[in-house]
């Protein structure tokens, strides 16, 4: 369960204050549009921690008690409030009730829809452990696989599974400018979901980054035999393989999980990065 979806039920049965980064200048520990929810007797979300945090909640919870509305309050992180980080937080301190939750849940689902698509190939032990990673990050993540009764019962709130035989026939239906990870259990399936989106590319041009799993001799093998089907040079230099950030050790699926999760955040920076939202 999403920290947004942990908010939304609690708030069902009892009012809280969202506490959401409103703007900052200079060094911060988080980006606006963070938020915390803080209820009487536990908190969901995170605005950086620390004493920042620690302040946050203690006036959050003044407000519970009281029957203020909004408020905003700047915060320099110095040392009056025992941080060095030496920027400034504006925080917006929002009663919200059971009331609020329509409200609240669009705010939610429109800013989802603003998170990068990845596209993933294969449901065998590296993509599940990649699937409980990306669903806490701000990913959509649209997993597919050929076989039948694959992924598990329960996903993250942010992940859509689809059965697709063939399953290369999924790419021209994928969102437009989607992280595409092939990780299928068959080299050959791999090859040709690769191929289709090679074709696409050549298209369209909208998949900003296609990852193959694998060794550099696996991917040396398929550079060949794409090259067989009419791809040139170009095209395959639009491929990366291995996948995963470099200097990470370790072949366990949650190891090669967490490098390749870490490679597509960098790629946020780089790639159409997803800019904050008004909190309202």
Same mark, same amino acid.
């Given at each position: 369960?999403?920290? #947004?979806?942990?908010?939304?039920?609690?708030?069902?049965?009892?009012?809280?204050?969202?506490?959401?980064?409103?703007?900052?200048?200079?060094?911060?520990?988080?980006?606006?549009?963070?938020?915390?929810? =803080?209820?009487?007797?536990?908190? /969901?979300?995170?605005?950086?921690?620390?004493?920042?945090?620690?302040?946050?909640? #203690?006036?959050?919870?003044?407000?519970?008690?009281?029957?203020?509305?909004?408020? =905003?309050?700047?915060?320099?992180?110095?040392? $009056?409030?025992?941080?060095?980080?030496?920027?400034? =937080?504006?925080?917006?301190?929002?009663?919200? $009730?059971?009331?609020?939750?329509?409200? *609240?849940?669009?705010?939610?689902?429109?800013?989802?829809?603003?998170?990068?698509?990845?596209?993933? @190939?294969?449901?065998?032990?590296?993509? !599940?452990?990649?699937?409980?990673?990306?669903?806490?990050?701000?990913?959509? =993540?649209?997993?597919?696989? $050929?076989?039948?009764?694959? @992924?598990?019962? !329960?996903?993250?709130?942010?992940?859509?599974?689809?059965?697709?035989?063939?399953?290369?026939?999924?790419?021209?239906?994928?969102?437009?400018?989607?992280?595409? *990870? /092939?990780?299928?259990?068959?080299?050959?399936? %791999? *090859?040709?979901?690769?191929?289709?989106?090679?074709?696409?590319?050549?298209?369209?041009?909208? *998949?900003?980054?296609?990852?193959? /799993?694998?060794?550099?001799?696996?991917?040396?093998?398929?550079?060949?035999?794409?090259?067989?089907?009419?791809?040139?040079? %170009?095209?395959?230099?639009?491929?990366?393989?291995? /996948?995963?950030?470099?200097?990470?050790?370790?072949?366990?699926?949650?190891?090669?999980?967490?490098?390749?999760?870490?490679?597509?955040?960098?790629?946020?920076?780089?790639? %159409?990065?997803?800019?904050?939202?008004? !909190?309202?």
């Amino acid at each position: 369960m999403t920290a #947004e979806e942990q908010f939304l039920a609690l708030l069902d049965s009892q009012p809280a204050v969202r506490v959401s980064v409103q703007a900052y200048r200079g060094s911060v520990p988080r980006e606006a549009g963070a938020w915390m929810a =803080v209820f009487a007797k536990t908190t /969901i979300g995170s605005i950086g921690g620390g004493r920042l945090e620690w302040q946050a909640t #203690e006036l959050a919870r003044e407000q519970l008690g009281g029957q203020a509305g909004t408020q =905003v309050r700047r915060f320099a992180l110095g040392p $009056s409030l025992g941080q060095c980080c030496g920027g400034e =937080v504006t925080l917006q301190f929002e009663p919200v $009730s059971a009331q609020d939750i329509p409200r *609240l849940q669009h705010h939610f689902l429109a800013q989802q829809a603003r998170w990068p698509n990845v596209a993933l @190939f294969g449901g065998g032990h590296v993509a !599940t452990a990649l699937v409980q990673v990306l669903g806490r990050l701000p990913f959509l =993540v649209h997993w597919l696989d $050929s076989r039948d009764g694959i @992924f598990p019962g !329960t996903l993250p709130g942010n992940v859509r599974a689809e059965h697709s035989e063939p399953v290369q026939r999924a790419v021209a239906g994928l969102a437009p400018f989607s992280r595409v *990870l /092939i990780m299928s259990f068959s080299h050959a399936e %791999d *090859l040709d979901v690769l191929a289709a989106c090679l074709l696409r590319q050549r298209l369209h041009r909208d *998949l900003p980054f296609i990852g193959l /799993i694998g060794s550099r001799s696996k991917w040396a093998v398929f550079r060949h035999r794409l090259a067989e089907r009419g791809f040139g040079a %170009d095209e395959l230099a639009q491929v990366t393989s291995p /996948i995963g950030v470099p200097g990470i050790a370790g072949k366990a699926p949650e190891v090669i999980a967490v490098a390749v999760a870490a490679q597509l955040l960098q790629l946020n920076a780089t790639i %159409d990065a997803v800019p904050s939202l008004p !909190t309202k």
